[in-house]
């Protein structure tokens, strides 16, 4: 596919402040003239202009614009860039037309094995972004990080209010497992945490996303698509948000999330959402924590060990026997990362799921298996593939 018909070029005063040579702009390709070919690349950056699904937060449209002006000024990271930036998404005539546009883009360049990241625009801008693995025939993990969880109905509600909602109704359905991260209870209706209690989704409220960040890497470890929304981060540190609530994750918080995203092997596409330049300070601090957000990904990204073949010698395998069914637990541990994951049989005829029966786990739930009990995980994974 062409895309350069859907692509606008970088306004020039995006470049005005990153000239050094080991700039994150001078290790990239970026759509000046011409749009970058894509083919062979392993990330590619779009901006995102399309403030139509949204309420009283007009201003989203020019974050693409800001975000660039601070990643760009950043260092280089690990690993030998292949990275291209392929300008500014064009709006279609309607809010469903630049979704179909989104869905477009975000699928050539996955079926090309790049890994698209959006950045800018509403975050009801995702429902573009998960219909891109709609015909890739394989079912996949949502993760979504959001002090709201954006389940509203009814035609009242603007987009970015429902498109969670319009996500789970969504035919046909491909969706196998949803993880929300850092909800914040006094903004959300306790039925919607029951409707993915019920489900079998996983939701993690900020405290105890807080209290133990590195509990969370293997459920950032599981997903296919990352939806971030800024909002989830505390107004002191991005206060860019219409929505800035005084609670939420640090901005380092909020980076490290980005970096355990960035490793996930599994992860084909990120969408940094909801920053809104007009709501920002006078140093453009949202900007920056972006711009940094985005660079801590990527440098996870190039840190990937491919820990994916899990019938190779690079693994320790280990069977626990269990007082009941199932018999046993198996759990492969990788050499090269030190991560552990566990296998979850699924039914026969429903071969559909063999993507998603071996998942990644922690070493708390060796070791509470080891003791006879069954973890959370394999009980909610297991009531997903049956």
């Known amino acids: 596919m062409d895309l350069k018909i859907f692509f606008s070029p970088i306004d020039t005063e995006v470049f005005s402040e990153s000239a ?13 003239e011409s749009l970058p070919d894509y083919r062979g690349a392993d990330i590619a950056l779009i901006g995102l202009q399309e403030t139509r699904g949204t309420e009283g937060n007009s201003g989203v449209e020019k974050a693409a614009t800001a975000v660039r002006q601070k990643l760009y000024r950043l260092k280089k990271g690990s690993g030998r860039y292949r ?15 630049t979704c179909l546009r989104i869905k477009e883009v975000c699928q050539t360049l996955i079926l090309h094995n790049v890994l698209p990241i959006l950045m800018g625009g509403s975050h009801d801008l995702d429902y573009g972004q998960y219909q891109a693995y709609d015909g890739i025939e394989k079912l996949i993990t949502m993760l979504n990080v959001d002090a709201f969880l954006d389940m509203e109905e009814g035609k009242d509600a603007p987009a970015e209010q429902q498109h969670i909602h319009k996500i789970l109704l ?11 991260l850092a909800y914040q209870s006094y903004l959300i209706d306790t039925n919607a945490i029951n409707v993915l209690e019920k489900l079998y989704f996983d939701a993690y409220r ?9 509990d969370m890497e293997p459920v950032i470890r599981n997903a296919d698509m990352l939806s971030f929304d800024i909002t989830a981060i505390k107004s002191s540190d991005a206060p860019g948000s219409a929505r800035a609530q005084p609670f939420g994750l640090t901005g380092e918080e909020a980076c490290q999330l980005s970096w355990y995203a960035g490793l996930n092997e599994k992860l084909s596409s990120a969408g940094f959402y909801g920053y809104n330049p007009e709501h920002d300070d006078n140093a453009a601090k949202t900007a920056a924590v972006v ?7 990527i440098e996870g990204f190039y840190h990937r060990k491919n820990d994916q073949h899990f019938r190779n010698n690079d693994y320790l395998k280990f069977v626990v026997s269990m007082p009941s069914e199932p018999e046993t637990l198996n759990f492969y541990k990788s050499k090269l990362s030190e991560k552990w994951w566990m296998e979850v049989p699924y039914p026969q005829g429903k071969e559909r799921y063999a993507r998603n029966c071996i998942i990644p ?12 009990e069954l973890p959370e995980r394999y009980i909610t994974a297991h009531a997903r593939l049956i």
């Not at 990275?83 to 037309?97: C, K, M, P, Q, Y």
């Not at 900020?206 to 590195?214: A, F, T």
């Not at 708390?364 to 080891?370: C, I, L, N, V």
Request: hydrophobic letters at 35%.
């Open 361 to 372: 786990c922690s070493y708390s739930d060796y070791e509470q298996a080891s003791q006879g």
């Open 170 to 180: 969504h035919e046909p359905n491909y969706l196998f497992n949803y993880s929300h």
């Open 20 to 32: 050094g040579h080991h700039t994150f702009l001078k290790n990239i390709v970026v759509n000046q």
């Open 206 to 214: 900020v405290g105890h996303l807080r209290s133990n960040i590195s």
């Open 291 to 297: 711009a940094t957000m985005v660079w801590y990904f």
């Open 83 to 97: 990275i291209v930036d392929l300008g500014n998404l064009r709006n279609g005539i309607s809010w469903t037309e």
